[in-house]
């Protein structure tokens, strides 16, 4: 119990002293979302030890959802990685005392090629501070390590206010759901904002016909496109019905060849807007035991799902 009772002590400082952040903010964090918004190249984040891990976590995060950045060591800064720092560029800079050595060159750079700063600090009269253009100041909190010593509460408040940073200049830019896709087309997040659209057969993969079409002529259809279906539409193209693999074993008859197609087909079958999501889509299929979705836009089919095609995508 005493190790569940200090993880507490710890955790409730921290969220105190996030509270006590948020209540501080003030035109300093204004200032610093409009000098983001005015970068045409890329926000560089820095820090030194403990801080230079939570630099690269923001940088991460800035640049994933919609503001290009970049980690430099302030310590690679000194012998050569300053040339990663332009005069389009604007940099973050992370220290809970402001005086950290290493940052030392870095500040004079920015100073001398008139780069924006803005500081993370958490002392207002430091030398980081006074030479930034903008400072956000973390709140007199004690570290949560019971010595004072070991970065804990100063390192929350830098990722806190990171974060913050992030979502306001994601509301700021409109990012939106389709942007963040783009950016992470790999893993979990992707999959799950994936488009049918972004998967979907088109154009003469389109399985087709007319309603008057004998089936003899839509077996070869859905033979040849080999999606298992057939769409059936009217002179304005739009979908009537589907003629699919259980509808040809529910007429299995000797006249079939020459049944038409509208005799066969499932009238208003089950269908998805465009640019709907694929894991939308697959629920679809899923609760209607199909295996395949038109794509419609006002009803005219501009393309076709197959629960293959979702299976691949990695979506489940």
Do not use: W
Request: aromatic letters at 2%; glycine letters at 8%; a negative charge.
């Amino acid at each position: 119990m005493n190790d569940i009772a200090v993880a507490r002590k710890v955790l409730e400082l921290e969220a105190e002293a996030i509270k006590n952040m948020s209540k501080q903010l003030d035109n300093n964090f204004l200032k610093s979302i409009e000098i983001l918004l005015k970068v045409t190249g890329r926000v560089i984040v820095t820090g030194m030890g403990k801080s230079g891990h939570i630099a690269c976590k923001m940088s991460s995060t800035l640049a994933s959802t919609g503001t290009p950045s970049q980690f430099v060591h302030p310590g690679e800064a000194s012998h050569g990685d300053m040339g990663m720092i332009t005069r389009s560029d604007a940099v973050l800079a992370l220290s809970n005392s402001g005086e950290t050595p290493e940052l030392g060159d870095l500040l004079d750079y920015c100073r001398r090629f008139n780069i924006p700063l803005i500081a993370i600090t958490g002392k207002q009269d430091s030398t980081l501070a006074k030479n930034a253009d903008c400072s956000l100041i973390l709140p007199e909190m004690p570290e949560a390590c019971p010595m004072g010593l070991a970065p804990t509460t100063s390192t929350t408040l830098m990722l806190a206010i990171g974060d913050a940073l992030s979502v306001a200049l994601l509301e700021r830019r409109k990012f939106t759901k389709q942007d963040f896709q783009v950016l992470h087309p790999g893993g979990k997040l992707g999959q799950a904002l994936l488009r049918v659209d972004d998967i979907m057969h088109v154009g003469d993969d389109l399985p087709l016909t007319r309603p008057e079409e004998v089936m003899s002529d839509v077996i070869l259809i859905m033979t040849n496109k080999m999606l298992g279906c057939a769409g059936v539409v009217n002179s304005q193209n739009k979908l009537l019905g589907v003629v699919t693999d259980g509808d040809l074993r529910r007429h299995m008859a000797k006249d079939l060849r020459n049944t038409s197609a509208e005799e066969v087909m499932t009238k208003n079958p089950k269908t998805i807007r465009t640019g709907a999501l694929a894991a939308e889509a697959l629920g679809i299929m899923n609760a209607n035991s199909i295996t395949v979705l038109f794509v419609v836009n006002e009803e005219v089919p501009i393309g076709i799902v197959h629960l293959h095609d979702c299976l691949r995508a990695g979506i489940d």
